[in-house]
């Protein structure tokens, strides 16, 4: 069973904090992603990851920084934390040699952001 | 420009009765459609998922079908339960590209 895991189910931090939200796989996955969820706006891409050492933005990544320096780990940074980044972050993972285009998911993080 | 779009936030069906679930894209270029379902407090599972291909794929009590001349897929769940209440998410893709994700839609199975 393919397992992605994400370092804290809940976590509140205070505005300007740089906060670090981690994400391990388990399944030897070449492709890791990062969404946020919002109520009314679904799934958003914040950033993707191909390869180790390698990133790309998604459709939101304007304040989130990415880091991927072990095949299993995709970090995502909020550099200074906003409010408006209050949401439920989601990791996911996938490969292109498996079940084509599925992508496995963490169970998320709720962020708080006061 | 939302390339996949879920035009009902929400649903309601009864226990026992079929629950369609709709959703439209725009970018011809998706050859590959899946559905998530995701419960309060957990990330996204993968339901079901259709080749372009095709028209219709079955997987027990689910069915997706796809109408690529209207851009138009749907989800077919019968008989529903009350497991089933759930958000579903449609997504699309191209080649080795991230899912296109739409917003979502929140099925209610009433016992």
Redesign the interface.
Known sequence: DVK?TQSS?YLVKRTGEKVFLECVQDMDHE?M?W?RQDP??????IY?S?DVKMKEK?DIPEGYSVSREKKERFSLILESASTNQTSMY?C?SST?SGR?????????T?LTVT | DQQVK?NS?SLSVQEGRISILNCDYTNSMFD?F?W?KKYP??????LI?ISSIKDKNEDGRFTVFLNKSAKHLSLHIVPSQPGDSAVY?CAA?SG?T??V????TRLSVIA
């Open positions: 992605v189910r492709n992603f969404y009314g706006l679904g799934l958003r891409l993707f191909y998604g989601l996911a292109p084509v285009y599925e992508q496995y998911f963490g169970p998320g709720r | 879920q936030p590959y899946l998530y407090a957990e990330g996204p599972t993968f998922s998410f893709v080795n991230p899912l994700f739409g917003k979502g």
